[in-house]
């Protein structure tokens, strides 16, 4: 009878889930799956009948043909409706059985739920996972975490999954208790705004100076031969030359005129453009996990101000219409002498400012699990953290591989630029950074990923920084005390009479 038993329940059979049960099934594990509307799940099985899948049409008949402890995995939308489930799933499971959320829920959400079912006796896990809809399918970047006990009952099967690299070490690790599994993977995704802003930025300021979609797409194809090799460069290259053909050039005005209307979508557009991408409308969205970080770091007190400079971006540009009425009313002053073209920018240089953008951002985001780890007691591995990054996810570049080997080094490194793994990167970065914010600022092209970067790299390195003014003015206004540089103690100084008052 038990031979007949699945390994593993999937719940929630939209592309993520089906894809993941479809890869679980590929491993030769036997898997059941679930959908609350069961036509949804009745197609995931017709579609694949040479796979391991046995549907099952009610959460009773699911639970009863599991392996035990049973294994459910749930890949339904983040928020209400993984509480609904967990509801429905909790009396019909037995002590030890163990419940996995593979979407990308809150940390704080997973964390009560691990402790909200540790009181049943249910061991939870939020698993981070990254890559879309082929990562899921063909192998996934994957963090769990959570009960260390339900980990080790599933860890073959997250191995079996997982992206691999280097022949076949596994991209997943068991990232720490509670909700540990989902922060990592939502810094990841703070990360992700980041590094498509500083693609999106190259793009628009080589744009800006007279290089073609096809230009820069070889561009990114060179330096993708290198250091800067990244999944995010690869998909620039394939996105800078994919075709229009969903329009047809002769029916393209009139069908950019029949849409423009009084909402300034078209504004500012290569409306005769052969390439796809010049008729996407500049508004990006988002569903949440890059402001979760923001929100983190204010919460926190790190500096994430490239990762903020990718979320700001997306909610600027949704601000369309307001950006075309400014930009027939805000000047740009720019000089003529600074005017935009080819010879303002050296290729080799923006390269090497895009590499150092990139360290910055990641700096930036492993700054924050150093801050999580310690207020949340979860001892992350950031080597650990960056290995797994390497194969399946959004994020995987080869820039991972020296951030690797900078907390081998040293695992309790302060900033990720500190390490001397960076320093060839830092002094051809540098001043190729400094470069292109001064050449971007003159010509009126706003690259904020980028100037972000520069401000954080001044202000880290400033022994001695602005702050003693905040202070004084603190102080001055409000009575609010400051620090000597010269003794120990807290100070006030009456620095006139009527503010004393
Ligand atoms: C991943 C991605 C994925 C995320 C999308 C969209 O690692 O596979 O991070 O989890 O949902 O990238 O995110 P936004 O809608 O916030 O841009």
Known sequence: MSNNLCDIAVLGMAVMGKNL????????YKV?????????????????????????VTLEELVANLKRPRKLLLMVKAGAAVDKLIESLLPLLDEGDII????????????????????????????????????????PAI????????????????????????????????????????????????IEYADMEIIAEIYSLLKANGYSNLEIADVFENWDKGDLSSYLSEITVDILREKDLENPEDDLLDDI??????????????????????????????????????????ELHVDLSILYSGLNARYMSAEKTLRV?????????????????KQNIDIEELGNAFLLARLIAYAQGFALYKS?????????DYKSIAATFRGGCIIRSKLLVP?????????????????????????????????????????????????????????????????????AQRDYFGAHTYRRTDRDGVYHHEWNDETAE
């Open 21 to 28: 049960a479809l890869n679980i099934a590929d491993n030769d």
């Open 32 to 56: 059941a799956i679930y959908n609350r509307t069961t036509s949804k799940a009745i197609a995931a099985a017709e579609e694949n009948p040479e796979q391991n899948l046995s549907l099952f």
């Open 100 to 139: 996995m959320d593979g979407g990308n829920s809150h940390f704080q959400d997973t964390q009560r739920r691990f402790e909200e079912l540790q009181q049943h006796g249910i061991q939870y896990l939020g698993v981070g996972v990254s890559g879309g809809e082929e990562g899921a399918r063909r192998g």
């Open 143 to 190: 963090m769990p975490g959570g009960s260390k006990a339900a980990y080790d009952a599933v860890a073959d099967i997250f191995e079996a999954i997982s992206a691999k690299v280097n022949d076949n070490e596994a991209c997943e690790a068991y990232m720490g208790s509670g909700g540990a599994g989902h922060y990592v993977k939502m810094v990841h995704n703070g």
């Open 257 to 298: 005129e029949s849409q423009v209307g009084a909402d300034y979508r078209a504004v500012g557009a290569d409306n005769e453009s052969e390439f796809l991408l010049d008729h996407i409308l500049d508004i990006s969205e988002q569903k949440g996990t890059g402001k979760w970080t923001n929100q983190e770091g204010l």
């Open 325 to 341: 009425k400014a930009s027939e009313i805000l000047p740009a002053g720019v000089d003529a002498e600074n005017a935009l073209g």
């Open 372 to 380: 999580a780890s310690k207020a949340y007691g979860w001892d992350l």
């Open 403 to 471: 951030i690797m080997e900078a907390y081998d080094k040293n695992p309790d490194l302060d900033n990720l630029l500190l390490a001397d793994n960076f320093e060839a990167e830092i002094s051809q970065g540098i001043t190729a950074l400094r470069k292109l914010v001064s050449t971007a600022s003159l010509a009126g092209v706003a690259i904020p990923a980028f100037s972000s970067a520069l401000a954080y790299y001044d202000s880290l390195r400033a022994a001695r920084s602005q702050a003693n003014m905040i202070s």
